[in-house]
């Protein structure tokens, strides 16, 4: 049906290329497309590109996520409506300031059912103040329609993470990989989040891995708590 990717321009209505999109943005080692979720109908899509860098590459593999919109489950009248980065503004663009040099947001990516909550993996983010190098962090997002209307960034869950809806997942240690990957409910009130290189409880078994489940209070990840790890 399409392809979305650097150079992929549509091409004459009723050929095999008229759904295609190109993302002009990309560049060299960007890797769009390491992760990918689609909402419930399948004409919303998240595409994660963890090793870009940011608007003009102010962060090197800081990563991004790429938010499309078509106009029926064929993928018709696809269109890019958001980036969320580093120091991506305007329009409908998320601009994730905390992100930093090799943080690889994007490597795991989630939408709800409604395609209006948004779940990204930062698995090498170092924490709050860069405290756990590799710890890793999940970032959450809101949007006020499906169409990506007014994002914001409704938490962080992560190494020393506090306040507000935050989460401070106190047992993450340096070169856990928390966040490689994501998965959401249908409503987006729990999560379930992948630690890749975690050493198992008291650190008996290296590289055992583990994954932490959370549940929230409503769809805007207020009260948030950790409540089980597998």
């Known amino acids: 049906q399409a392809t979305i990717g650097k150079g992929y321009t549509r091409g004459i209505a009723g050929t095999s290329t008229a759904k295609n999109i190109d993302v002009t943005a990309l560049e060299e080692n960007d890797y ?3 992760s990918l979720s689609f909402n419930a109908n399948g004409d919303r899509l998240a595409v994660g590109a963890y090793e870009e860098s940011g608007w003009n590459n102010s962060a ?15 993928f018709s009248g696809g269109s890019l409506q958001a980036t969320v980065g580093k120091n991506y503004n305007g329009g409908k663009n998320v601009n994730v300031t905390a992100l930093d040099v090799l943080d690889y947001f994007g490597v795991s990516v989630a939408l709800n059912a409604a395609g209006d909550r948004l779940a990204v993996g930062s698995y090498h983010d170092e924490g709050f103040g860069n405290s756990g190098q590799g710890t890793g962090a999940v970032y959450l997002f809101s949007f006020t329609d499906s169409n990506f209307s007014g994002g914001t960034l409704q938490a962080t869950i992560g190494k020393g993470y506090t306040g507000g809806n935050n989460i401070d997942v106190t047992a993450l240690e340096s070169n856990d990989g928390f966040g490689i990957s994501v998965a959401f409910n249908s409503t987006g009130d729990r999560l379930a989040v992948g630690a890749v290189f975690d050493d198992g409880f008291g650190n008996l078994t290296s590289q055992s891995g583990a994954v932490y489940l959370f549940s929230f209070n409503d769809a805007n990840f207020s009260g948030g708590t950790l409540q089980a790890t597998i």
């Open 32 to 34: 769009f497309g390491i």
């Open 60 to 74: 090197y593999g800081s990563g991004a996520v790429y938010l499309f919109s078509f106009t029926d489950s064929n």
